[in-house]
């Protein structure tokens, strides 16, 4: 596995477990961000051919 997608995958695991606290301490504001934030990454994803496995979230 190349830099870039460890990097990219960490980065998924990372904002998943974000969006999870957010929504499990009612911040809708920070779960919105999160949830825009790992749409972006799971684009990035699909765009270089890297496979994600399935969503947590």
């Known amino acids: 596995m190349d830099a870039f997608t460890a990097g ?4 998924i695991k990372t904002t998943e477990s974000d969006l999870t ?3 499990e301490t009612g911040d809708d504001f920070l779960a919105d ?9 799971h684009r990035l994803a ?3 051919g890297v496979h994600i496995g399935v969503s947590r979230v």
């Open 8 to 11: 990219l995958l960490q980065r």
């Open 21 to 23: 606290k957010a929504r």
């Open 33 to 41: 961000v999160e949830q825009s934030e790992l749409e972006d990454l």
């Open 46 to 48: 699909a765009e270089h």
